[in-house]
């Protein structure tokens, strides 16, 4: 059971970001409800009111993230930049988020009841679905431009956003390594380069 949308109080949020924080360092089974409410400074009355149970807190967590994940793409996409520059971000955008949600799709998967773990890889395909989406719209126009060689432009976005989930995987979660800190763009130049125009098929 998810947030219920009627209700967002300062204690729902409150518990939503906590929540968040804690599931994603210790994972599922490694965070109480005590934990949670002692951090948020509510009572457990308070957490099952709004969430219904740990599982629906945590199935919460990944909807709210996702939302925000849905926020911040759209304001990627539309804003005024480079095509290339624009890519760019949502690919950095994307690959921050599946960094942050490491640890969630294999807890959801292993420790909750299937519905729970249902919901959330639901989400999870959704942002990547998102994703996909408007990075195939941008390289469209870039080969509407001019910009990039023909080519098929879903293909291509996988291929952009292949390097984003290499890069989540690795670099993006180890932050702080010498030279690790602009992998991602490098690797996203490879990619250009293959997408210029005389270089396509």
Not at 35 to 41: F, K, L, T
Not at 43 to 70: C, D, I, M, N, W
Not at 109 to 126: I, M, N
């Amino acid at each position: 059971m998810g947030l219920r949308c009627c209700d967002r109080s300062g204690a729902a949020e409150r518990v939503l970001g906590v929540a968040w924080h804690l599931f994603a360092a210790r994972g599922f089974m490694g965070v109480s409800i005590r934990d949670i409410v002692d951090a948020a400074a509510v009572s457990r009355p308070v957490l099952y009111y709004h969430f219904g149970s740990k599982q629906g807190l945590y199935v919460a967590t990944v909807r709210q993230a996702a939302a925000e994940f849905h926020a911040a793409l759209d304001a990627v996409a539309a804003g005024d930049s480079g095509i290339e520059e624009r890519i760019v971000r949502l690919c950095r955008a994307y690959a921050l988020c599946r960094c942050e949600w490491r640890l969630l799709p294999a807890d959801a998967e292993d420790h909750t009841p299937g519905t729970d773990a249902t919901a959330c890889d639901a989400e999870l395909g959704r942002c990547l679905a998102l994703a996909v989406d408007a990075v195939q719209d941008l390289v469209a126009e870039g080969i509407g431009r001019g910009v990039f060689a023909p080519c098929d432009p879903r293909d291509a976005a996988f291929a952009l956003l292949g390097a984003a989930e290499g890069c989540a995987a690795t670099v993006f979660c180890r932050p702080g390594e010498v030279g690790e800190s602009d992998r991602l763009n490098r690797v996203l130049a490879v990619v250009f380069r293959g997408l210029e125009p005389g270089c396509g098929s």
